[in-house]
């Protein structure tokens, strides 16, 4: 048994999900903030067999896409210091994706 631990952009969330869904996967989602641009994350949470592993990796790189996005520097939240109004760029999205082994599983 592994359990795979995705960070996703929430932009992303809903399709990862649905097609995460869709493929007989069940999915725990957590709220979290981080990165860059301190926007919103989804943790997703699969435990699923070993063998369908790389078929839920997949469908996580198909829908969880990375992209350039822009923030003016005078409204980033993540500034403590008064800086010039130029636009920040930083890449958000993608996955960042962890699959442990499941020492035991219970569903109680």
Excluded: H
């Excluded at 078929?55 to 969880?64: G, P, R, V, Y």
């Excluded at 923030?71 to 800086?83: D, M, V």
């Amino acid at each position: 048994m592994k359990l795979i631990i995705g960070i996703i952009n929430k932009e992303d969330a809903a399709s990862t999900t649905k097609a995460l869904n869709a493929a007989g996967y069940y999915v725990t989602k957590l709220a979290a903030t981080g990165g860059f641009l301190k926007r919103g994350n989804i943790t997703i949470l699969i435990g699923t067999d070993e063998e369908k592993v790389p078929a839920a990796l997949e469908i996580i790189d198909q829908n969880a896409k990375k992209r350039l996005e822009k923030e003016n520097a005078a409204s980033a939240k993540a500034l403590e210091e008064p800086r010039d109004k130029t636009a920040m760029e930083g890449v958000i999205g993608g996955a960042t994706v962890f699959v442990v082994e499941v020492d035991r599983f219970e569903k109680i």
